[in-house]
């Protein structure tokens, strides 16, 4: 939260640079309306009236004074983000926030944000060395990994790993593990990884995640694996559309046919699958071109290989409690308790926030300038330029503690 207050938005930055303006300008026009009246009476030969001018100007610089709007402005922000974090929201700043309000495209990474990551292996096919060994070298190779699907096989396998067994372990981003195990050489991946392995792979027409396994350059079999969809997921993208989001995007690594029934369960207007990191770069970049120019893109994700993403978009929200720890670090909105439904309402929380900063830059200068004018008329006295410094300041604070209260958005 220390961190987000030093990050200005361009309201708070506009307010900063009006306050260095309009500060000189109207110490100027105060001096002005109380030296050149006299002195244009005095040239005339009449009475030069200095009190009456004086007491002018001095009403004119008490009204004049912008408390109302560099107090209240940052505080509307301060306090939408600490609505914002109460309901488990982290926004890392109000320039976020401000960001967040104009979302009209959001596109979802699948794993670990719309559904719940928690995968459980269904069924073991063309087990060429049977079921129970398939899964200890799956098991064995995976077991550096912290993955989802990693911790699902070892789950599977349900004995304790001897890590002396494994060497030689090597990630592949986007296809899968390749380690020694037992002296064998085992390959534990997608269809990608077969390919460029260049070992011939079965089909499988079940439904879920497929982890091909290859054992001294030879096909073993592979691994079903299934995930669920959050229970909140189908709530979220309808409340998105409410609130006023044009176009919901999914990117995943994922098989397509796993990734179109995902999509098309949840009404998801586009979907694009069996993606590598930079292909999910290059789909943001792509979409990023094609938006209107004030639109603005934000990215959900949680993982590790979702943190270029999260970098690329105009604005990165990741899940606080599966997310990474790269992921959290590159994401610019946290949700805490991993519910997509909390999407919208960030939204709405960023919406009703700059709603109230709009409001009182728009009450305190109308203020301002209608009081301004009638005390270099001599209409307003010094009570009225007390109500229009000090008392617009404390109906604006007022106004913007307003975003304090989120509960019913």
């Given at each position: ?230 229970p909140t997921s189908r ?11 044009a176009k919901t995007v ?160």
């Open positions: 939260m220390e961190n987000a207050s030093s990050r200005k938005s361009k309201s708070e930055e506009f307010i900063s640079k009006f306050a260095r303006v309009y500060t000189p300008a109207v110490c100027c026009s105060a001096l002005a309306l109380a030296v050149l009246p006299p002195l244009v009476c005095i040239i005339a030969k009449s009475s030069p009236n200095w009190s009456d001018w004086i007491y002018r100007a001095l009403t004119f610089l008490v009204i004049s004074c912008p408390c109302a709007l560099v107090i209240s402005i940052p505080l509307s922000f301060f306090a939408g983000l600490g609505g914002a974090s109460r309901e488990g929201i982290l926004i890392k700043g109000s320039n976020y926030l401000e960001t967040l309000s104009k979302s009209k495209i959001v596109v979802f990474d699948k794993t670990g944000t719309l559904t719940r990551g928690v995968f459980e292996v269904t069924a073991v096919h063309h087990s060429k060395i049977g079921e129970p060994k398939l899964l200890e070298y799956a098991a064995l190779a995976e077991c550096s990994s912290s993955h989802p699907i990693s911790r699902s096989i070892q789950a599977a396998y349900g004995k304790e790993i001897d890590r002396s067994r494994v060497a030689d372990i090597e990630e592949i981003s986007g296809h899968g593990i390749t380690a020694k195990v037992d002296g064998h050489k085992v390959a534990a991946g997608n269809l990608r990884l077969m390919k460029k392995l260049g070992i011939e792979a079965a089909e499988c027409h079940s439904l879920g995640t497929i982890i091909h396994l290859a054992i001294d350059g030879e096909y073993s079999g592979h691994i079903v694996i299934s995930d669920v969809e959050k709530e979220a993208l309808s409340a998105l559309k409410k609130a006023g989001v999914m990117l995943t690594g994922d098989a397509k046919k796993v990734a179109d029934k995902v999509a098309a369960d949840l009404g998801i207007d586009e979907v694009h699958a069996e993606l590598l990191p930079a292909d999910k770069v290059n789909q943001v970049e792509r979409l990023i071109a094609e938006k209107k120019k004030n639109d603005v893109l934000a990215f959900v994700g949680d993982g590790i290989n979702d943190a270029p993403v999260l970098s690329r978009a105009d604005i990165g929200i990741a899940m606080g409690v599966m997310g990474s720890d790269a992921a959290i670090e590159a994401a610019d909105v946290v949700l805490m308790d991993d519910d997509p439904l909390k999407i919208a309402k960030a939204i709405r929380i960023s919406r009703k926030c700059i709603g109230i900063v709009y409001q009182n830059i728009s009450f305190a200068l109308a203020i301002k300038f209608a009081c301004l004018a009638l005390g270099a008329l001599g209409i307003a006295n010094m009570w009225l330029a007390i109500f229009a410094d000090v008392g617009v300041m404390v109906l604006a604070v007022l106004n913007a503690v307003r975003a304090l209260n989120v509960k019913g958005l």
